[in-house]
RNA sequence: GACCAGUUAGCUCAGUUGGUAGAGCACCUCCCUUUUAAGGAGGUGGUCCUGGGUUCGAGCCCCAGACUGGUCACCA
């Protein structure tokens, strides 16, 4: 492994703590029992507090020194003095192993008594230390000027997401996000559970991928010899719950979807869903709101969000629009009674891109997806879907062309989708049949398979219920102001990084020369080597900078040989 | 998939017509007892993303590629 100077020198640092007795990584408890945190809240002059964290600043000045120490909470400032640490003549601890041998980054224990400095800071005075974890590899170092400006961020995306544990020491308001995440999903619980709605789970490897119109990913189970797909919605396993005689079942869901990756799709995401019997749509969309106005409470302690450019406002209620409504207000057209011909037509007039794939509900879809969706930034619900895309929704009470389904948007994006489940067999047997006969026409978003499994579970009746299913980390993008699903997501999906060759192919054939005769003068070798100028270049600086060979000038002329 | 931008020290970034690779912070050495983004002095540190080409000479120019970010398209 090659190692930077920094690197070298914290394993030099290593093993002279081991040579003084220390031992860097000590295996017994330490006994804290104050946090950062809890020392500011409960600041007492002259209060014994036991504490741990990672050294992250130092200010050495001589026998004194101020130092940070960053725990789960975060910081406090800390007061090495060198009489305090060290009262007899012997200095080691302070000169030697605090001032030399400890670096930004190391856990430390601390003993220590509180006071406030001159400048008024609150303080730890510390009495006795101890090394808990020597950390090799140097953290990046952002710090925060007297005008709040940031230097030397830790910015790179690429390097925060690769290396997110660096990216959760050195940015608090990287794990200011997940703390938001976290009780988001506490918040969903609570309000779901005080309704007695029931939690569950169901199978993650599927035998059909059902519930949406996804890519799987496919993956084998050597026992059984067959495929298995994981899967990319749970909706069907929660419905078999309902059928089944649960009132109210929800799963956070984690779904995989075999598609492209973008700051707003990521492989696997969490996905919430809900089922409650006996319900409607028109039940779920009060639910719905009166939820996502507690989650927003919960979270920000207000009901208000920003994001980019706009303030959204989760407070319920939330307006409620039919998609033939918004869609006539938005183009001036009526979808009302329209035939596929007459949609198509429409779609050509407003610039739409049409294919002989799309049926009608593709068609007002795309008018949907293209005139009116964006326009929605304040939460509001899209409902009466087409029946044609919608084949897991109750057809309208009042109009068989479309569904009992809404969707709510926010930002001009859908962030939650439910329906009054279709219940009636059937009807399921021949929607399945549809969505069959609409992909082998082409439409790659329709479901090729049917679950009969999940048809048997309907003949068995299962109660009139509403479903619903959030996007739980599109929501905790809009409730944390994060434009990209990677910042809410502790460890999104990277491209593998490109491991570093020790010794490339050409040093490897120069060392070989050299080895048959060594040393060797320079030209010659290089000669034959038959690299370019460039090449050469390269491999020879190669070879000394790893001092695997030498180049010596001689009276006779330059000479390599190998070390 | 298309377009745009980027890739130089551990971190954040400069880099002249193509002529010996730089700064700040970090790190190392020394000085400094209540400081605070970063006190003072001196030092170390490089696969300039990769490969090829042009050239006496390439971080810089040309070609090809990799990776990353962004915008759009696709996808829910």
Request: charged share 30%; with cysteine; proline share 4%.
């Amino acid at each position: 492994m090659q190692l930077s100077e920094l690197e070298i020198v914290r394993r030099e640092k290593l093993a002279q703590l081991r040579a003084m007795g220390i031992n860097p990584y000590p295996a017994d408890l330490f006994p804290v029992n104050h946090t950062s945190k809890q020392i500011k809240q409960d600041f007492e002059e002259g209060k014994k507090v036991i504490i741990a964290g990672r050294l992250m600043s130092r200010r050495i000045q001589g026998k004194a020194s101020f130092a940070e120490l960053q725990d789960s909470t975060g910081r406090i400032q800390v007061y090495f003095n060198r009489d305090e640490i060290c009262d007899g003549e012997d200095k080691t601890l302070y000169n030697e192993v605090y001032k030399k041998l400890l670096d930004i980054g190391d856990f430390i224990g601390i003993e220590g008594e509180l006071f406030t400095t001159q400048v008024g800071e609150k303080t730890v005075m510390v009495k006795n230390f101890k090394l808990l974890s020597k950390a090799l590899k140097p953290l990046p170092q952002p710090r925060v000027d007297a005008d709040g400006k940031v230097h030397d961020a830790f910015t790179d995306p690429e390097q925060r997401y690769r290396q997110r544990y660096a990216d959760l020491v050195v940015n608090p308001q990287v794990k200011e996000v997940f703390m938001k995440r976290t009780k988001l999903f506490n918040a969903m619980r609570t309000f779901f559970n005080e309704r007695e709605y029931f939690e569950v789970e169901t199978p993650i490897l599927q035998p059909i991928a059902g519930g949406a119109a996804a890519r799987p990913f496919i993956t084998h189970h050597n026992s059984l010899d067959i495929p298995l797909y994981m899967r990319i919605a749970n909706e069907l396993y929660l419905k078999r719950l309902i059928v089944g005689g649960f009132d109210g079942v929800y799963e956070f869901s984690k779904n995989f979807r075999n598609e492209g990756m973008d700051r707003t799709h990521n492989p696997e995401f969490t996905a919430m869903e809900i089922y409650v019997s006996y319900k409607d749509y028109n039940w779920m969309m009060d639910f719905c709101e009166q939820l996502l106005e507690f989650c927003a409470m919960e979270v920000n302690g207000t009901t208000e969000a920003t994001f980019g450019e706009h303030t959204i406002n989760f407070k319920a209620p939330y307006a409620r629009v039919t998609m033939a409504d918004s869609i006539k207000h938005f183009t001036g057209f009526d979808i009302t009674g329209k035939s596929e011909d007459e949609l198509r037509a429409a779609c050509i007039e407003m610039g739409i891109t049409v294919d002989k794939t799309m049926g009608k509900g593709k068609l007002i879809d795309e008018i949907f997806g293209e005139k009116c969706e964006g326009n929605y930034i304040q939460p509001t619900f899209i409902t009466d879907y087409p029946k044609e895309m919608s084949p897991l929704c109750k057809e309208h009470r009042d109009n068989p062309e479309l569904t009992e389904r809404f969707e709510l948007m926010v930002c001009g994006k859908e962030i939650a989708n439910a329906y009054s489940e279709l219940n009636d067999p059937i009807d399921q047997r021949e929607r399945f049949e549809a969505q069959l006969k609409l992909a082998e026409k082409g439409d790659d978003e329709a479901t090729a398979f049917i679950d009969y499994d999940f048809l048997r579970a309907l003949e068995y009746g299962m109660p009139p219920t509403s479903g619903m299913g959030i996007g739980m980390d599109r929501l905790i993008m809009y409730l944390t102001n994060n434009p990209s699903i990677q910042e809410v997501l502790f460890f999104p999906q990277m491209r593998p990084e490109k491991k570093t060759v020790a010794m490339s192919e050409d040093e490897k054939a120069v060392v070989k020369m050299l080895k048959t005769s060594n040393p060797m003068e320079l030209n010659a070798l290089k000669e034959a080597s038959g690299l370019s100028n460039k090449k050469w270049d390269k491999t020879i600086k190669g070879l000394t900078k790893n001092k695997i060979a030498k180049v010596e000038k001689t009276e006779e002329g330059l000479f390599v040989s190998v070390i």
